[in-house]
Structure formats: structure tokens, C-alpha cells
T-cell receptor, first 114, second 112 residues
């Protein structure tokens, strides 16, 4: 089946630094990828829709200047958390649309900002 | 705006029991509905996808139904096993855009 990978799987950084998370579709092309955030014991909240070759679409309440999304190719989308703060600590999951209208999810990236 | 709710939030059952997880949504114009499994600290595994024209899907011991008119979906797990312990999430797709709205999940514990 279709595989989506994320890198890194976990990252610890100091407050004020920027962190880049990669999402790759390994065996299929995805014109659209999605970025979700999940806080402990809560469900996934959609942050933004990443479209290849165009600007991302952000959900209400998500700062586009803080969460930079780049979808430069049909197999790679990146999420950069700029000037990260402790409240940005969360589990970030990406997904990519595949055939049969099914999304395939990455394994997630756990971010801890100290 | 579509909202998805799951009941119960947590469930603990003895091994072998049949169980039902509930998912409700506010907008009956839902396109597709998916059930996912999430293990602690892990990503999501898609269990069942019910497309807009379908009413149910089955995979092994799992059966999911969709009633768009009443805004409900259920996930039935037969003969539960300890390995079924996980968080189960339902998610509705509002249109053919692949954009999913997730419920808050049901944390299932199956006791040996």
C-alpha cells in the first residue's frame, strides 16, 4: 500500500529556534497534502492544506507566518515551525491523498520545545 | 461547519466482548466517513472507509455503518482482543477535497 514518511520522528529544540518537518509520499504522487496537530489526549486538528506549486490554505486560527508550508514537489511537503515556543510542543502528522479517495497518514513527528 | 463527536470517550471491556463505538456528525452532507486506529504516540491506520453512496463496510472483525440522514456512524468490533486496545477516531470528509474533520476519539482498553 501507499506509504507516507515523516522526518524527523521526534525533535527537541530550544525556544526561539525554527524546526522543519518533512512529509514524503514514497510510492505515489500527491498534489495535496495535509498537516495536522494533535495535543495530548486530543484529536487531530487540521492546520493547513498543502497544494503542490501553490500557496497553502490555512485553517482559521493557524498563523501562516509561524507555520510555513512548502510543497515543492509531488512527493514532498515541509512544515517549518518558526520561532518555536513551548506551547508549540505537539504531535504533528501529515497525510497525503491517494487513490480511492483515501488519505495515507505519516507516522507523526513529536516536537518538544524547551 | 461540520462537527464530529465520538461517544464514549473511553471504554474498558473484557476480552471477547463485542462492542460498538459511536460517531455523530452535524452536517448530513458528509461525503465520506473513515474510521482510524491510533496507537499511543503513533500515526493513524485507516480501518474502514465508507463512501458517500455506501451504508457499511466490513473488514475482518470490524464493521462500520453510515447513516447520513441521522448523522451517525458506528464501528462494531466483534470478539475483542487485547491487541485491539488503541484510540479509535472517526473522520468525515466534507466534500471531495480530502479534507477530514476528526472526532475526539474513543480510547479502548481490552482487558485480558
Amino acid at each position: 500500500g501507499a506509504v507516507v514518511s515523516q522526518h524527523p520522528s521526534w525533535v527537541i529544540c530550544k525556544s526561539g529556534t525554527s524546526v522543519k518537518i518533512e512529509c514524503r509520499s514514497l510510492d505515489f504522487q500527491a498534489t495535496t497534502m495535509f498537516w495536522y496537530r494533535q495535543f495530548p489526549k486530543q484529536s487531530l486538528m487540521l492546520m493547513a492544506t498543502s497544494n503542490e506549486g501553490s500557496k497553502a490554505t490555512y485553517e482559521q486560527g493557524v498563523e501562516k507566518d509561524k507555520f510555513l508550508i512548502n510543497h515543492a514537489s509531488l512527493t514532498l511537503s515541509t512544515l517549518t515551525v518558526t520561532s518555536a515556543h513551548p506551547e508549540d510542543s505537539s504531535f504533528y502528522i501529515c497525510s497525503a491523498g491517494g487513490l480511492a479517495e483515501t488519505q495515507y497518514f505519516g507516522p507523526g513527528t513529536r516536537l518538544l520545545v524547551l | 461547519k461540520q462537527e464530529v463527536t465520538q461517544i464514549p470517550a473511553a471504554l474498558s471491556v473484557p476480552e471477547g466482548e463485542n462492542l460498538v463505538l459511536n460517531c455523530s456528525f452535524t452536517d448530513s452532507a458528509i461525503y465520506n466517513l473513515q474510521w482510524f486506529r491510533q496507537d499511543p504516540g503513533k500515526g493513524l491506520t485507516s480501518l474502514l472507509l465508507i463512501q458517500s453512496s455506501q451504508r457499511e463496510q466490513t473488514s475482518g472483525r470490524l464493521n462500520a455503518s453510515l447513516d447520513k440522514s441521522s448523522g451517525r456512524s458506528t464501528l462494531y468490533i466483534a470478539a475483542s482482543q487485547p491487541g485491539d486496545s488503541a484510540t479509535y477516531l472517526c473522520a468525515g470528509e466534507e466534500d471531495s477535497s480530502y479534507k477530514l474533520i476528526f472526532g475526539s476519539g474513543t480510547r479502548l482498553l481490552v482487558r485480558p
